[in-house]
């Protein structure tokens, strides 16, 4: 039953290691803006050349 | 085919407005109905960038204003741009513009290409909410000027203020920081509450004192080590807090807090260094944990409003100078020295107190007095800051420096700052109950060390006395408040009222009088009705069309409206000749058989029919006097329900108005009385207006939307500034109000009523919690399992009771007001 000690601290230090990336996260302010990247995620990444089929399309 | 586009209506390309038939401008196969949004395209299509106009939700935006690069040329000057820039390290500079147009995706989109529009701009950044777009670009390769002008081309003008960017802005940045640190030690609680419960389940469970008396110790230790950071990082606001009224000889909630959150650390650590017991650690760590939330929760804001932005945010940061040689030169408006000429343009803001040198000034005052229709000024006359020209460019000189001008004056004046007792929402209510709570509970607590002693039984003495202070700590009571207030605040929000803390609420809940501007806030803005009354006949097709052609010509804003008034759907192609202005006159030409004048009745030689003060065009055609227009404020339609159910309520109603009483006889039907209007009010006068309504102990409620309401807003108990776009300027105020929602008003006001019945009665609710907890207490036998049970459930359920029962009645008051104004 000894090994309860170990597993303890260990789940205690990993709890805290949670705990400062998350502080550090609020910090670098990721939590800032939690709007525009949802949208800026379905932008697509078009070669200049596309708007030219679009201009001919009509 | 573009042939075909003729026929059918046509709209623009770029911003989706109906394309005039004979405006149109074919570009690309497309149609624009302007040049402006013609360039947006061309310039767009040159980068590739057409891809804009295929995105789903795009919301055009028209570019019919004309962009002048020279206007921002103010922004290359050393001591603006040291101003504006975030950031500069002689190659790369960044700033954040505030650009009130941002709405849609598109929007997005389009900014974060900046970069192939300007190859000096590294890159773009949006932050949608707070309508901001954070710049980054090489300082050698272009500049701001470049790039404010590019945002305007493509019809983002950013919103460019020093007082934004120096005051308001480390403003800002306090409150954001505040709200960081409060998640950061919501975290930190969260932590410590979660893993102490975790770890104390075997001793909730009993553990086998025999076998596991080594881990018991263990477990004990580490929760006593989790809980000092939860105790000296998340809950030391409390205990600080305490200390400071305590200085000040005031009792307030925090101080049974601080004393309840000391006691458990205190004899936790006997407890556990003693070997006697567990503790009451868990419900320390979940005490602070459900405190914070609390204080998060009431912490509402919104991005995008700034509530305390003084009149320099309305003032534009630069203006053009007309130096000896004769060329305009951008000067910021602080340097404006007396004797100085400057040159304004239509929509442009006169910065200081100045006399016209040149052209037609046709001065909108209604922002700084709240008269409705635009002055006209005569050359030599002095013209005040914060007047808006409309029209013709002008040429002023400077009588006043800005320091010195009426309106700087005005409100540089001490009554007219609120005296800003504290940074933070106090809560009266909460502040007085507790006071009353704090002297009971102290009273238990020494009744039970007196009593115990008495017996002899002194361990017993010290368990009851640290007990009952323990299970008092005013957990629930605490949380009663923020979590009411907080939803009704956002119940509200929601429904377009935006308070400027949750503080708010509890002074509406009082209000019993009223007090209403005319211009701006009952009225709609820039929305004059218009009225055409006939002498003999009515006017034929022909003749509207000859009225609104001669109407076109001209820029004085009463042509504006005309034109804007008569209906038209044939094409314009007969041309004007001869047409002549006449400046505080009229105008005239001749439009292909009519000889058309449009003008005051002293030109037109007219006697006047009726002696009011509505401002009026007459017309004459061929010589012949055929009717006059007359320009009436137009009044938002929720106004007459919105009076009548105040009125019924009780509430007492007055009108405040800048404006003449011209009005009067159309608003009787408002007000009731003629003596609960007041007309020709100065912003000082309506300051001590509100101080006399007071003074007889009235509870008044400002609604206004300009400077000139600005002192008596502040005065009031509640200042609600009203605005038609939530985006722009609005005087300080205690809270924000879209126009749109003024029908809600009465709704507004009885949910703040109600909110503050629902906290009264949950403070009912958390006393009998700490009645039970209190009878364990005082007998000596609270064990730390009644406390970690009875701690949080007292407080999840007045959390729950708070927030439901206010949403419930914001639902009922809300949506019942809304059919009210349906039907």
Redesign the interface.
């Known amino acids: 039953m000894a090994v309860i000690y170990f597993l303890l601290s260990v789940s205690v230090i990993m709890g805290t290691l949670f705990l400062l990336v998350f502080l550090w996260n609020l910090r670098s302010g990721q939590y800032e803006d939690d709007y525009t990247p949802s949208i800026r995620i379905l932008f697509e990444d078009k070669k200049p050349s596309n708007s030219e089929n679009f201009s001919s399309k009509t | 085919m573009s042939a075909t586009h003729t026929h059918i209506a046509t709209t623009c390309y770029h911003c989706g407005d109906t394309c005039k038939p004979n405006e149109t401008i074919f570009y ?3 149609p624009f109905c302007c040049n402006g949004c013609q360039q947006v395209y061309a310039l767009l ?1 040159e ?5 804009y ?2 995105m789903e939700d795009l919301q055009r935006i028209s570019q019919k204003a004309e962009v002048r690069a020279e206007k921002y040329a103010y922004l290359n000057l050393p001591e603006i741009k040291a101003k504006l820039l975030d950031f500069s390290d002689g190659n790369t500079a960044k700033i954040t513009f505030y650009i009130p147009a941002i709405h849609c ?1 598109s929007c ?2 389009l900014l ?1 290409n900046l970069h ?1 529009l300007n190859k000096g701009i590294q890159y773009s950044r ?5 309508k901001q777009v954070l710049v980054s670009y090489a300082e050698k390769e272009t500049d701001l000027q470049a790039i404010v002008t590019l945002l305007a081309q493509i019809g983002y003008e950013p919103h460019i203020t020093l007082s934004d960017t120096e005051k308001a802005e480390n403003e800002q940045k306090r409150i ?1 920081r505040e709200q ?1 640190q409060i ?2 030690k919501i ?2 609680a969260g ?1 410590a509450f979660g ?1 102490i419960m975790l ?1 104390s389940f075997p001793e909730y469970f009993g553990f086998d004192s025999h076998s596991e008396g080594s ?1 018991r110790k ?2 004990q230790y ?1 929760n006593f080590l ?1 809980v000092l950071p939860a105790f000296f990082y998340s809950g030391w606001g409390y205990i600080h807090s305490a200390y400071q009224s305590i200085r000040k000889g005031i009792v307030n909630i925090d101080f049974p807090l601080a004393l309840g959150l000391i006691v458990l650390l205190t004899r936790s650590a006997y407890e556990i260094f003693a070997d006697i017991g567990a503790g009451y650690v868990d419900t320390l760590a979940g005490l602070i944990f459900f405190l914070l939330l609390g204080k998060w929760f009431q912490q509402r804001t919104y991005d995008i409003l700034r509530y305390d932005r003084d009149f320099k945010a309305y003032f534009p940061v630069a203006v053009s100078l007309q130096t000896a040689e004769g060329t305009e030169k951008q000067v910021p408006v602080a340097q404006l020295k007396v004797g100085d000429r400057i040159v304004i343009r239509n929509q442009e803001l006169i910065p200081a107190d100045s006399i016209l040198l040149k052209g037609e000034a046709n001065i909108d005052y209604s922002f700084v007095t709240g008269e409705a229709m635009p002055v006209e000024k005569v050359l030599g006359e002095i013209i005040y800051a914060g007047g808006k020209q409309i029209g013709s460019t002008i040429e002023l000189e400077v009588v006043k420096p800005v320091s010195q001008s009426y309106l700087t004056e005005l409100w540089n004046k001490d009554e007219f700052q609120k005296k800003k007792a504290s940074q933070e929402a106090t809560i009266r209510l909460q502040n007085f109950l507790s006071k009353y709570f704090t002297f009971a509970l102290l009273a238990v607590a020494f009744g039970g060390i007196v009593y115990w002693l008495w017996q002899n039984d002194l361990a017993r003495a010290i368990n009851a006395f640290t007990a009952v202070l323990i299970i008092g700590c005013p957990c629930a009571l605490a949380l009663s408040s923020p979590f009411a207030l907080g939803t009704a605040m956002r119940i509200m929000g929601k429904t377009k009222f935006y308070l400027k803390n949750v503080a708010v609420i509890e002074q509406m809940a009082h209000i019993d009088t009223l007090i209403f501007d005319k211009t701006g806030t009952i009225t709609e803005t820039d929305k004059a009705q218009v009225e055409w009354k006939a002498i003999q006949q009515g006017l034929s097709e022909a003749e509207k069309v000859a009225i609104k052609l001669l109407a076109r010509n001209s820029t004085h804003p009463l042509s504006q409206q005309i034109y804007q008034y008569l209906p038209l759907d044939t094409p314009l192609r007969i041309e004007v000749q001869d047409f002549e202005e006449f400046t505080g006159k009229g105008i005239s030409g001749k439009v292909g058989n009519f000889w058309v004048q449009l003008g005051s009745a002293k030109w037109l030689e007219v006697e006047m029919p009726l002696q009011d003060y509505h401002s009026k065009v007459f017309v004459k055609i061929n010589g012949e006097l055929k009717g006059y227009f007359v320009f009436r404020n137009s009044y938002r339609k929720e106004i007459e329900t919105l009076t009548q159910n105040l009125w019924n309520k009780g509430y007492d109603l007055h009108l405040l108005s800048g404006d003449n009483a011209g009005e009067a006889p159309y608003l009787v039907k408002y007000f009731l009385k003629n003596e609960k209007m007041h007309f020709n009010q100065s912003p000082h006068d309506k300051w001590e207006f509100v101080k006399s309504l007071q003074k007889s102990g009235k509870k008044v409620m400002m609604l206004g939307d300009g400077l000139n309401d600005a002192g008596a807003l502040q005065k009031a108990d509640v200042g609600i500034a009203v605005t038609e776009n939530i985006a722009y300027f609005t005087p300080a105020s205690d809270a924000i109000l879209d126009a749109s929602a003024l029908g809600n008003l009465i709704g507004f006001l009885a949910l703040a009523q109600k909110t503050m019945r629902v906290i009264k009665q949950s403070f009912g609710i958390s006393l009998i919690y700490n009645i039970i907890g209190l009878s364990f207490a005082v007998q000596g036998t609270l064990s730390p399992l009644i406390a970690a049970i009875l701690m949080p459930l007292s407080s999840v359920t007045v959390v729950a009771f708070t927030t439901l029962s206010v949403k419930a009645k914001g639902n009922f008051l809300l949506k019942s007001n809304r059919q009210n104004i349906n039907c």
């Open positions: 690309d196969d497309k299509q980068n590739g960038l057409c891809e106009y295929t995706s997005i989109w974060e192939k949006v932050d949608f909410l707070k954001s960081k998640i950061a975290a930190v932590f893993n770890i881990f263990f477990f580490i989790i």
